[in-house]
């Protein structure tokens, strides 16, 4: 019990204090370096309050274009975005998923460049329900889960629902990095889960839509679908 606690302890550490100074410290490192390697005319922190687990972000300009960058300072699960994007890409077409249009490393960290991109503030309505539990329907059926999936990560732009945020995702296969930290896992996706280490992506989806108060038959088919593909901690060892 005592060895639980201390490596609980120890977590909370890391993730409180070791990973944000390292965030800080890469995130700086990266300024410099966008600015005067790569031309980058300004180059600020972003989204400050949201840094986590050893991930950063930006915001960036050059050429009269903005671009959004996310970093990790020691290069474990956001490779996992550059695979699932091409992935995901692959198996529901590419305009419904965002992907990194630039990769730089320092050391052992990684940031991935985007081109940023203004979301139309709206709630989703049942056709937008109806093709996200088409992707995710997809997506399950070939043995990957979103496992974070929540309103954050699903962006509409041009009336089109866009999914991004792939750090955490899971499928059986060498080439994803799978999270082995206990702790870490029990932190993904804490308010839309059914429990403690399992994931089901259409009870986050049911979820989603009660907070965006949808009414409908998509509704009632995403409930349906609660239990049909679910992933536990022994399924992600």
């Not at 972000?57 to 994007?85: H, P, Q, T, W």
């Not at 699903?154 to 059986?172: A, C, G, K, P, Q």
């Not at 429990?195 to 009870?203: G, T």
């Amino acid at each position: 019990m005592y060895y639980i606690k201390l490596k609980q302890k120890l977590y909370l550490y890391r993730r409180k204090y070791l990973y944000k100074f390292f965030s800080l410290l890469f995130c700086n490192v990266y300024i410099f370096v966008l600015k005067n390697n790569y031309k980058y005319e300004r180059v600020d922190k972003y989204l400050v309050d949201k840094w986590h687990d050893g991930f950063f972000y930006l915001v960036a300009y050059k050429d009269n274009n903005k671009y959004f960058l996310k970093g990790e300072v020691f290069r474990e699960f956001l490779v996992n975005e550059i695979f699932f994007s091409k992935r995901l890409s692959n198996l529901v077409g590419d305009k419904y998923i965002i992907s990194p249009i630039a990769t730089y490393r320092c050391f052992k960290s990684l940031l991935l460049a985007y081109n940023f991109r203004d979301e139309v503030e709206k709630k989703l309505d049942n056709e937008d329900l109806n093709k996200i539990y088409e992707i995710v329907y997809k997506i399950n059926q070939n043995g990957i889960f979103f496992r974070d999936l929540k309103r954050d990560n699903i962006l509409i732009l041009n009336d089109r629902v866009v999914f991004f945020d792939f750090s955490f995702m899971y499928e059986n296969s060498p080439d994803v990095v799978k999270v082995r930290d206990k702790h870490l896992l029990n932190a993904i996706g804490t308010d839309y889960r059914p429990s403690n280490y399992l994931w089901d992506d259409f009870y986050s989806l049911y979820k989603i839509a009660n907070e965006e108060e949808i009414k409908g038959n998509t509704v009632n088919k995403v409930e349906n679908m609660i239990g049909k593909f679910v992933l536990n901690i022994d399924e992600c060892k």
